[in-house]
DNA sequence: TTGAAAGCGCTAACAA
DNA sequence: TTGTTAGCGCTTTCAA
């Protein structure tokens, strides 16, 4: 790649203005076409000598093969696309790195799309991708509209839904129990101790995987005879300001809480600097919990209590599946549920309190 | 959209296993494939008869136009490529928020590429990239290798080299003057009474803007009759953690520090963690600052001084001339050059000394 | 090892 | 308002 663009000279054709074809090469170097495009797949048998003709006439050229083309000829497109919610969220960054670590082994590329979380935008996006006939497809969460759905039955490529476990598949899927999550940290919480335990989250129905930690939280707390003291649920991007803004105010109303789950790093780490500000001791006399293990975090003052979502894992399991069955019509159905690490941090440990 | 795909039935013909064509809508409906394809693009006269049967027959069979055929027929492909280093810094996706808000409104698609501040890297995104015949190009930097800068030139799209203007670029531009920048940081610094400065950040030859601040900011000390007391670089993402070792280290090897500027808000928000653990007066005895802006660190104990980078901005400048320019041969060396805000928040304010 | 012919699925241009 | 014809630039297939 690098040598071959390493001399461009005349990136269009001069005269007409026009991108370089296949035939300009042929021209160039008196080879045909069909050999020409042989050489630059690095494909069949061509001679030692022809095959040099060729690469300095296209180095020379500056010829930029056209994809396109050769999609539509071959039946054949080298791109995954994967859908997220959002890429301001630290979590999909990281899931990408994950994909994009495998598919650097293979001719595949992802393309990425997002949803901003609106199932409307999901369709749109989805439809949009699937109109380049992507080899594969990646797309965050188990619950789309029926339209989604019925295209993503219908595309006829491998597809794994990531993120989540809690649900039914298309094809494939790769993702922990959400579910689960919230009921492991509810335990966590209650076996330390706490008994008057508050929630913070975002908004439920827009983010499906943090409703589902919310519902199996609520869960292992009835077991264990408890209820959620009080909660509060906010719009809008997560940040260290919403979470100081949550606490204080289910601390007005509910000063008796002595715990407070929240439903991602980034606030809870917000709750954490209130609490500190106002000289209540954590997690002695109020403890503290996120979810999504994000590292970003880690210089805070105190390490917060959270589970590690397995993002780059989730992100490497599902480009292996499509990796693995790119050219068929899907990826039978294979399932990868993974298990988050719950992390104590410095914020969870009644034990501690005086 | 959202109705087009409401109805599928059958994602492939059933008997070949193959996708649908225009001719299966052409043949379902009654119509010729050419009218199927002028209802399907809204284009041209079409009776509201035909438009409807064409409809209803798409919709029933759950047909997705090919868009690989349709780009190499018309010659037309609406997608931007944006290529940036990395998503994991949360510049990025701010810039694609940008990008995103503007051609939604269009009919342009943004395509990400990532470098991870790899030249090579880089070139091979590229060549990846056009030879899907973009309708446009943004790229993050103004520093590219030969072999780049030659496929840019001969692109024959509209490009945008965003986030710096400190240079020359191949066609347009939008960003900052992080040279300028720098020198604004270090005059409000020494402004502010403060005489030993260090400073801390990325390894320069990585990232060139941040180089270009660090240069900047020297050349105005040195103005000023001042110099650098420490410096240290690091590899890696950034995080707070680095920002607090790098404070630790900087401070044991030059107790007499009196600011330190670290080349982004995240090592800053971790120096500031780590001063004000160890009992420092900030921003009396120990000054410091960034440089992002970013909104994430908002709920930090202090508010850090920093510059906005004009994440956003830049991507919907940069957007905005690519839907204008969408079609042309080139951006006709359109440049912006956006004003970063100094923000002096709560670390830069040696008058509060005691 | 090389080349010629046919056509991928769609749209531009023109004709009816 | 609708249909016909001829490609877009490449790869597949088959023949030389």
Redo the contacts with the bound molecule.
């Keep these: 790649m690098s040598q071959r663009a390493c001399h461009v000279t005349k990136p269009f054709d001069d005269k007409n203005h026009?991108?370089?074809?296949?035939?300009d090469v042929s021209e160039a170097s008196?080879?045909?076409?069909?050999?020409v495009?042989?050489v630059?797949?690095n494909?069949?048998?061509?001679?030692e000598?022809?095959?040099a003709k060729v690469i300095e006439a296209a180095k020379n050229l500056g010829?930029v093969?056209?994809?396109?083309?050769?999609a539509?000829?071959?039946?054949?497109v080298n791109l995954v696309a994967v859908i997220v919610p959002s890429l301001g969220n630290l979590v999909f960054p990281e899931v990408l790195n994950g994909i994009t670590e495998i598919l650097d082994d293979s001719p595949l590329q992802p393309v990425v799309g997002m949803t901003n979380y609106e199932p409307e935008r999901e369709e749109k996006v989805l439809y949009e991708m699937l109109s380049w006939r992507p080899s594969g497809l990646i797309i965050a969460g188990l619950e789309h509209t029926e339209a989604s759905r019925a295209m993503m039955r219908n595309a006829g490529i491998p597809i794994v839904e990531i993120m989540d476990s809690d649900g039914d598949a298309i094809d494939a899927m790769v993702g922990i129990s959400h579910r689960r999550a919230g009921r492991q940290m509810a335990q966590a919480i209650i076996d330390a101790g706490y008994k008057n335990i508050g929630f913070m989250g975002t908004k439920l129905p827009l983010d499906h995987r943090a409703r589902k930690r919310f519902e199996g939280f609520t869960e292992s707390m009835a077991k264990a005879g408890l209820e959620v003291v009080d909660q509060e649920f906010y719009d809008g991007g997560s940040s260290l300001v919403k979470g100081r803004e949550m606490a204080a105010d289910m601390l007005k109303r509910a000063p008796e809480l002595d715990f407070i789950y929240a439903s991602n790093d980034l606030i809870g780490a917000g709750g954490m600097l209130y609490l500190m500000d106002q000289g209540i001791d954590v997690p002695g006399q109020i403890g503290l919990a996120g979810f999504n293990g994000l590292r970003l975090l880690d210089g805070l003052p105190k390490k917060l209590a959270t589970m590690d979502a397995c993002r780059a894992d989730i992100g490497r399991e599902a480009a292996t599946i499509i990796a693995k069955a790119a050219g068929a019509h899907s990826a039978d159905g294979a399932k990868v549920v993974l298990e988050p690490k719950l992390q104590l941090g410095e914020t969870l440990k009644r034990a501690l309190r005086r």
Tied chains: 1, 2.
């Design positions: 026009r991108p370089l074809t296949l035939r008196g080879v045909s076409e069909m050999t495009s042989r630059l797949r494909r069949g048998d061509v001679s000598a022809t095959r010829y093969p056209n994809k396109i083309a050769g539509l000829a071959s039946q054949r």
